[in-house]
Nanobody, 128 residues
Framework: QVQLVESGGGSVQAGGSLRLSCAAS????????MGWFRQPPGKEREGVAGIRTFGGSTYYADSVEGRFTISRDNAKNTVYLQMNNLQPEDTAMYYC?????????????????????WGQGTQVTVSS
């Protein structure tokens, strides 16, 4: 069992930045993939960014490519999401997830069904 705790959410103006952190209760090495997902108000959850815990391969949703960066520190059992140039449409509850999937298609890093463990979420609000 892996417990995930997100932090770093908050309220910013458009163009601002935030860095989300996701601390895992035990080694992220037991989880082969980690990802960030978000759920805007009244909408379904969507994948934002995913990373393989070994190797560091990443994949991003088109909507955040070039603005968001996912990274991990295996020694600290922590995954980060650096979010720059935030826009009002980025407003959502952001969730961290971990999974054991080891498949080859990077785009599947944004598939929520491949993740076994989820955090409680952290709110990000961007005002115009």
């Amino acid at each position: 069992q892996v417990q995930l705790v997100e932090s770093g959410g908050g309220s910013v103006q458009a163009g601002g930045s935030l860095r989300l952190s996701c601390a895992a209760s035990r080694s992220t090495g037991s989880s082969k993939i980690m990802g960030w997902f978000r759920q805007p108000p009244g909408k379904e959850r969507e994948g934002v960014a995913g990373i393989r815990t070994f190797g560091g391969s990443t994949y991003y949703a088109d909507s955040v490519e070039g603005r968001f960066t996912i990274s991990r520190d295996n020694a600290k059992n922590t995954v980060y999401l650096q979010m720059n140039n935030l826009q009002p449409e980025d407003t959502a509850m952001y969730y961290c997830a971990a999974g054991t999937w080891t498949g080859g298609a990077y785009s599947l890093l944004l598939e929520p069904n491949l993740y076994n463990y989820w955090g409680q979420g952290t709110q990000v609000t961007v005002s115009s």
